[in-house]
Structures are given as structure tokens and as C-alpha cells.
């Protein structure tokens, strides 16, 4: 045990770069105030987003309070924190136990696979309070005060919030850890770590797919009642996807109660579950999965005449190195799983729950709006928004100088312009963007049906306004490149560009959001709105981009 | 041809200068050695040469064209092979050395048998097809080299070329930067190892805390040491380097 906390505490001392003792140097003092600041930045950035989603939780309250459903709301913070706890879990668990740099030097320690796996665990939890914090804490909350709530519903609160992200986070890490075991026998493992990351979260996607077909098909009256006239029905709905978040709503719900207490014994006792099971495939599966996962085989064969000819194909040397960049996104695991899978799953994720909801038979509350023309303008721009938030969270651009690290010097001595190079970091992110905004446009597709006229706005304003997004992380990249890392962990986990690129995506989001809402009522002018907002703003950046970001990136010296 | 001409660079906000005031002619038909102890601001100087860091003051030309005012004209004229083989670990041998021809426009019908030779001449052409993170640092090293040499540059500019190489590979390096300068062109490398300039150069200069100490042929500088006393600790601590 005490190794155990001895590791806990340098890892979280490496990661979150925080320690008392070296918090008294009043040199690293001057470090973590401008860390605070930027902190502070953040969170005042964000408030505006988290202000409007407690307005819509206390408007939710109100208007199911009456019917007896307002534990619905706890379910709500609940099964989205859970998602994302898992969605992010399946990431991290890949990225922190198996591709960080000191995750194979500690195999030469004397420590047991748990003690490594365990305080990797708690680390990850840590980083998952982050997370779930800005979407937990409100709707807690909400309910607490409207509710006029106890001392037993605060102290529950507090250890649901402790404790929900365990289960999700066991359920990413199980078959992760096995997954990689076996992905660590093939002699391509870099390739084999992502499809085996793919596979697993295919596997939970599948998972929910039949368990939530599982569930009644059909909307009949009946069941729409015994949904709203039950007391909390619609919590029980809501969390089909994470079973064990209905125990801890309804403990809430029931606070003070011994029904509540029971309640709570359950939700503790799954997680508790998840939480043993994960320490017994992690125990079993970890190290085998770990050991030599770095090393790299070769076969050193001499290529045919046919393989110069095709290897040695001559392009354009703006192609060349746009090339370059997407090979190495793709075939680097850090970057691909953080850039370019973030790019094509996300709009899977954030669709497959209304997608099930509705072919459950549940009527979204937006169904009839679609048909009006502010419906349709709404839903315009919601997709949209949900493009920028995309392509800001991949940070293909607000990573691309920081990637490079000590390879940076190779682009300052080739003779290839900065202009060239800068456009083909444009351009190689720009193909991915587009790749994941037609995966979001056709997702859409599925769940809200929409006339031809509609898709191809969609279209339009989507493969515009991808574009100063990517401008706007190039030129945040250029601004403070992190190009000083040892492993590529670093130049995307400890990056903050990554943080900025996606501010910048989400202010954009609510001015357009805003924007449409407000003043553009039909599709084609809010199509048109978009479009020559989004036209301006990206030759806007673009020539920042391409005059002061020039001049700054000749300025930048590795 | 190199001309640098009072070329000066500082680190810490001015408070600390690595290379200090620093003019050289490298002719062609030359190999010019420029000699150091670590830490003497060699690497610094080679930098600035090939546009990775910006000089403070001064000004560098290449074959005539000036880094700072028309870099990708002076860059086209050299081929540079850094100190510390970092290169893109992800792509093969072949992928690289096709890229690095596309960057510097190496015509298709000369690329695929410049590409094959080079590779033979350096023993890698078993290993062209694998990924650079399975080489081994000499290995790295090698096909840096080949990317260096493969647009067939007038200048060659090699920091510590000799690091890493196997002797085989480090004896033909030496034959052909031999051939290179008899040739008419210019090779322009730094070593801290004083038994390799001896071998390889027409002319060196020596380099000590930023500035350079001293210009000229092997004799000069040998004869020069036995008058000059600091010149004469440098050169010791060199050769016991060596």
C-alpha cells in the first residue's frame, strides 16, 4: 500500500504539476499564478455556457416538478457525465497506461500490475472530477435548492459525485486492458493499439445498441403514460444507457429515506463491482500488455524496381508535405486517437442517444418544430455548431506546430516557404474536417429527415466554416507552440492550445447560435448568414494567418 | 561558397553569447572543418547558416543568396545533415527520402536510381522500407545523410556527420565529401574530434567560446600554437579529445 501511494503522488505531482514543497520557490510560485490566471481565463470564458445550462435545468425542474418527474434531471447531468467519463475513459486509459512515455519505465520497479494500474486509475479519476464538475455540479444543484432539500441529500450528492465516474471508467478500462493485451502480440502495434481502440469503443456502442433495443419499441399510449404518471418514469428511461445512475437518482430523489439509503447501497455496490472487476483484468492482462508495447519490428527487405517506382512518385512539394502531415496524424496512435478519431466519432456519440431515443418511439420535443421554418433554421445552425465544437476539439491545427517538437528545426531549413508549409496544415486538417462534417451531416440525416434543399445548406455553410476554425488553431499554435515534450502525450494532453482552439470553436458556436435565433427565422437566410459570416471571418484570419502569423512563425526558433 | 560576415548571436535576453562576431569565407573546391570543444557554438553557427535560428546580427550567404533576405533560393543550395538525427520516426526510409526529393524538386527520372545508389553506397537498402523507428541511431544517421545528399547540393553543410557511423560508412562520408570538393563544391563540417579534421580538411577554424579563435591550413594552426598560448591549451584539449 504505501508503494502504492508513493506512486499516486509523484504521478500526480508529473501530471498536474502541482507540490507544495515546490510551491514555496517563489520562481515556481510566478509559474502557477499564470497557471491560475489561465485557469481563470477558462472559467470565465465558460460561464456564459454554464449559466445557460443551469437556466435550462431550473426551466426543466419547474416544468416537471408538477408532474413528478424532476429526478429527471439528476438523471440527466448523470447519464451525460457518465458518457463522457466513458468516452474519454476508453482515450485516457489507452493514452495514460500504455502510451506514456514513464509508463514502461516504472515495469523495471518493483511494484505489482495493480499498485502501477490502481494509481494510474486514481489519477485518471482525478481527471475525470474535472470533467464531470461543470456538468454534475448544476443540475446537483438545481435540485438541491428547488427541492428545498436536506443535509442527507448534500452529503449523498457529494458521494455520488465521488464516486459515479468509477463505474464508467472501469467499464472503459476492462476491455481496453484486454484488447491491448492482445494487441501487443501483433508485430504492427501502432496500428494494432488503434484498431484495438476502435474496436472497443465499437464494442460499446454495439453494446447499447441491443440493450436499448431491448427496451419497449413502440410509442404506444399506455406506455407514454405509465412513462409520466409513474413517479420518476422518465429517470428510468433516461437511464437505460447507465443502469447504475438510476440508483443513485433515485436515492437522491428519495434522500433521508431508507429507501434512499437502499438505493445508494446498490448504486455503491455496482460500482464497487465494476470497480473489482477492473482490478482483476488489470492484474491479470496490464503488464503482458505493457511489456516491449514500444519496441518496433522491421522486416529489412530489399524493395523491388516496382516498389521504387511506385515509392518514389514525384509530387508537388506543397503535396509532399501535406502528405507528410497526414501521415503522421494517422499513423501516430497519440495523434489519431485524440485528432482523428475525435473527428469521426464524435458525431456518432453525440447523435446514437437521440438516434435510440427516437426509434424507441419517444417523440423529441423538437419533432414538431422541424416542420416550421424557424425549426429548420434552428436546426441549421445547431448542426453547424456542433461541426465548430467538433473540429475545435480535434486541434488537427492547434497541435500542428507543437506535433513537430524537436523535429521543428527540419521545417526551418527545408526550402519550402512558411506560407506553403502553413497552407498545407490547412489543407491536410481541412480533409479530415470535412471528413468528419459529413459524417455529422450524415448522422443528422438519419435522425432528422430533411428536404434536398436542406443537406446541401448544410453543406455549404459546413464546409465553410470548418475553415476559420483551423485558421483561428494554426494561428494559436503559432502564438505559443509547445514544441519542448519527450513524448507525444505532451504535445496534445498537456497542451492548452487545444483548450483555446476549442474556446474559440464554442464562442463562435454561440454567436452564430445566437445570431440565427434571434434575427434569421427562415432557412435561406440563415444559410446565407452563415455563409458570408463564415466567408469573412476565415479571409479575415487568413490574412492574419498569412501576415502576422508568418512573420511569427520566421520569429519561432526550436 | 559560404560567406559569413559578422555573424553574432545571444541566448537569455543578451546576457549570455554563443557565437560572437564571427566572420568566414569557405571557397569552393574546399572542405572546410570547423573545429570546438563542446559547447563552443558550433551547432549555434551552423544554425543560423541553414535558417533554423535567426541571426542577431551580421549576414550569411549562400552561393550568393542571402539566408535572411532569400531563404528558400539559399536553402535550395545546400544539403544539411544536423547534429541529432530527429527525424519523422512514423515514415519509412523510401517515404522520407521521397519526400525530402519532392521538398528540394528532385526531377523524377533521375530520383528512383539517386534514391537506389545512395542507399547502396550506404548499406541500407535492406532497411528502405521500414519505418525510422526501427533504426538504430547510425542507421538514422545514415539516411539523414542520404536526404542531405540526394538533390545533389553544391554545398554541404554536416554537424558532426561522423557521429553514429559505423567506420565503413564513415570512411566513404569522408571519400566522398572528397569528391564533392574536388569537384569544384563546397563541404562545410564541424567535429570536436581533432584526428578527423587533420585527415579530411584543406582549412579549419576554431571556434572557443563563441568566437573564432583561429583561421587556416593544418600547419598554420599547428605552427600558430607554438607561439600563441591559449590557442596552444585549445589545441591540447582537442587532441586529447580525439
Known amino acids: 500500500m504505501h508503494r502504492f501511494g508513493a506512486l499516486l503522488k509523484i504521478l500526480l505531482i508529473n501530471y498536474f504539476g502541482i507540490s507544495v514543497r515546490q510551491l ?18 477558462i472559467v470565465v470564458a465558460l460561464a456564459p455556457t454554464i449559466v445557460l445550462y443551469t437556466n435550462i435545468l431550473i426551466k426543466g425542474y419547474e416544468v416537471l416538478a408538477p408532474l413528478g418527474q424532476a429526478g429527471a434531471i439528476l438523471t440527466l447531468g448523470m447519464v451525460l457525465v457518465s458518457a463522457l467519463v466513458f468516452f474519454f475513459g476508453v482515450f485516457y486509459v489507452v493514452s495514460l497506461f500504455y502510451f506514456a512515455a514513464d509508463a514502461e519505465s516504472l515495469l523495471a520497479l518493483p511494484l505489482r500490475a495493480w499498485q502501477v494500474l490502481g494509481a494510474r486509475f486514481c489519477l485518471l479519476l482525478c481527471y475525470e472530477y474535472l470533467t464531470a464538475l461543470p456538468f454534475l455540479l448544476p443540475p446537483l444543484i438545481v435540485y438541491g435548492v428547488k427541492s428545498g432539500a436536506g443535509l442527507s441529500y448534500w452529503l449523498m450528492a457529494l458521494l455520488g459525485f465521488l464516486v459515479i465516474p468509477v463505474l464508467p471508467l472501469s467499464l472503459a478500462a476492462i476491455p481496453t486492458t484486454i484488447v491491448m493485451r492482445f494487441a ?35 410509442m404506444d399510449p399506455e406506455f407514454l403514460q405509465r412513462l409520466f404518471t409513474q413517479r420518476n418514469g422518465l429517470m428510468d428511461q433516461l437511464s437505460g444507457v447507465f443502469p447504475s445512475t438510476r440508483y443513485l437518482g433515485l436515492a437522491l430523489v428519495d434522500a433521508g429515506k431508507l429507501i434512499g439509503l437502499l438505493n445508494l447501497a446498490i448504486f455503491m455496490l455496482v460500482s464497487f463491482l465494476g470497480l473489482i472487476l477492473a482490478w482483476f483484468v488489470g492484474e491479470k492482462f496490464y503488464y503482458q500488455g505493457l511489456m516491449g508495447s514500444s519496441e518496433t519490428s522491421a522486416r529489412r527487405k530489399v524493395l523491388s524496381h516496382k516498389d521504387y517506382q511506385k515509392l518514389t512518385n514525384p509530387s508537388s512539394a506543397l503535396f509532399a508535405y501535406m502528405l507528410k502531415e497526414i501521415r503522421l496524424l494517422l499513423r501516430t496512435p497519440t495523434y489519431f486517437m485524440n485528432s482523428v478519431m475525435t473527428n469521426l466519432l464524435a458525431p456518432l456519440l453525440i447523435l446514437l442517444p437521440f438516434y435510440l431515443q427516437s426509434r424507441r418511439g419517444i417523440t423529441m420535443p423538437w419533432s414538431n418544430l422541424m416542420n416550421t421554418p424557424q425549426g429548420q433554421s434552428t436546426l441549421l445552425v445547431a448542426v453547424v455548431a456542433i461541426i465548430l465544437f467538433i473540429t475545435g476539439s480535434n486541434a488537427m491545427t492547434a497541435t500542428a506546430i507543437s506535433r513537430e517538437g524537436k523535429e521543428f528545426y527540419i521545417s526551418r531549413f527545408i526550402p519550402l516557404s512558411y506560407k506553403q508549409q502553413i497552407s498545407a496544415k490547412i489543407l491536410s486538417a481541412y480533409i479530415f474536417g470535412v471528413i468528419g462534417a459529413l459524417m455529422m451531416i450524415v448522422a443528422s440525416r438519419i435522425l432528422f429527415p430533411q428536404s434536398v434543399l436542406f443537406m446541401v445548406l448544410l453543406l455549404g455553410v459546413s464546409l465553410v466554416a470548418i475553415i476559420p476554425i483551423l485558421e ?80 511569427l512563425y520566421q520569429e519561432l526558433e526550436s | ?51 533554423i535560428l535567426n541571426a542577431d546580427a551580421g549576414s550569411i550567404r549562400i552561393n550568393g543568396y542571402n539566408i535572411s533576405e532569400d531563404p528558400i533560393s539559399a536553402k535550395m543550395q545546400f544539403g544539411f545533415v544536423p547534429d541529432d538525427p530527429n527525424i519523422f520516426a512514423r515514415l519509412s526510409g523510401i517515404e522520407y527520402l521521397n519526400f525530402i526529393a519532392d521538398i528540394y524538386q528532385v526531377p523524377g527520372s533521375q530520383r528512383g536510381s539517386r534514391i537506389k545508389q545512395l542507399l547502396q553506397r550506404f548499406d541500407m537498402l535492406n532497411a528502405a522500407g ?35 557511423l559505423d567506420p565503413r560508412s564513415s570512411f566513404d562520408l569522408k571519400e566522398m565529401m572528397r569528391e564533392h570538393a574536388d569537384a569544384g563544391k563546397t563541404v562545410f563540417f564541424s567535429t570536436h574530434v581533432l584526428d578527423v579534421a587533420e585527415k579530411v580538411c584543406d582549412r579549419l577554424a576554431i571556434i572557443n567560446k563563441g568566437k573564432v579563435i583561429f583561421c587556416g591550413s593544418m600547419q598554420e594552426i599547428r605552427a600558430h600554437a607554438r607561439e600563441n598560448e591559449s590557442l596552444e591549451n585549445l589545441f591540447l584539449e582537442l587532441t586529447e579529445d580525439a
Do not use: C
Not at chain 1, 496500428?191 to 436499448?212: E, H
Not at chain 2, 545571444?10 to 549570455?16: G, I, L, P, Q
Not at chain 2, 542507421?139 to 542531405?148: D, N, P, T
Open chain 1, 184 to 218: 501487443n502480440l501483433s508485430r504492427r502495434k501502432d496500428m494494432f493499439k488503434i484498431v484495438g481502440s476502435i474496436f472497443v469503443i465499437a464494442l460499446v456502442i454495439a453494446y447499447q445498441f441491443f440493450f436499448q433495443n431491448a427496451a419497449p419499441q413502440n
Open chain 2, 130 to 164: 521500414d519505418r525510422i523507428q526501427s533504426y538504430s541511431h547510425g542507421m538514422k544517421q545514415k539516411i539523414v545523410v542520404i536526404g542531405a545528399l540526394l538533390h545533389d547540393p553544391p554545398v554541404w553543410i554536416l554537424d558532426e556527420p561522423m557521429t553514429g
Open chain 1, 24 to 41: 514555496r520557490d517563489p520562481v515556481n510560485r510566478k509559474e502557477y499564478l499564470k497557471k491560475l490566471g489561465l485557469g481563470l481565463i
Open chain 1, 472 to 551: 483561428a488553431g494554426l494561428l494559436i499554435d503559432i502564438l505559443r507552440p509547445k514544441l519542448e515534450w519527450e513524448n507525444e502525450q505532451q504535445a496534445f494532453k498537456q497542451n492548452l492550445n487545444v483548450l483555446f482552439s476549442l474556446l474559440f470553436a464554442l464562442i463562435i458556436a454561440g454567436v452564430i447560435v445566437y445570431m440565427v435565433i434571434t434575427f434569421f427565422h427562415s432557412l435561406l437566410w440563415a444559410a446565407l448568414f452563415m455563409l458570408t459570416f463564415f466567408t469573412v471571418l476565415a479571409a479575415l484570419l487568413y490574412y492574419l494567418l498569412m501576415n502576422w502569423g508568418i512573420t
Open chain 2, 1 to 51: 561558397m559560404i560567406e559569413i560576415n559578422g555573424v553574432s548571436k545571444s541566448y537569455n535576453r543578451a546576457t549570455v553569447k554563443a557565437v560572437d562576431n564571427v566572420s568566414l569565407t569557405v571557397n569552393n573546391g574546399e572542405i572546410f572543418g570547423f573545429l570546438g570543444p563542446n559547447g563552443a557554438g558550433k551547432t549555434t553557427l551552423i544554425k543560423m547558416i541553414t535558417g
